[in-house]
């Protein structure tokens, strides 16, 4: 995940899907929405959630439905 540059995120009933430059696709689960804004706010979002949201919360890798 620290490798790849973030494409794309959305939230979604308390989950943050996150796409990867890679064509991965991770869903973080239980993610407060508050949280959520903090990333969509920070001046890098791929940084807030490196620190933030990658380490502290479940996760799954999932399959890109585009």
């Known amino acids: 995940i620290s490798t790849?540059?973030?494409t794309d995120y959305k939230?979604?009933?308390g989950r943050?899907?996150?796409d990867f430059s890679n064509g991965s696709v991770y869903?973080?689960?239980s993610v407060p929405k508050a949280t959520?804004?903090?990333m969509v706010?920070?001046?890098?979002p791929a940084r807030f959630a490196k620190r933030h949201i990658?380490?502290?919360?479940?996760?799954r890798k999932t399959?890109?439905?585009e």
């Open 41 to 44: 706010n920070a001046d890098s």
């Open 16 to 18: 943050l899907i996150i």
């Open 54 to 59: 990658f380490t502290a919360f479940p996760w």
């Open 4 to 6: 790849c540059s973030i």
């Open 63 to 65: 399959i890109n439905q």
């Open 11 to 13: 939230f979604v009933d």
């Open 27 to 29: 869903e973080f689960i």
């Open 36 to 38: 959520f804004q903090k």
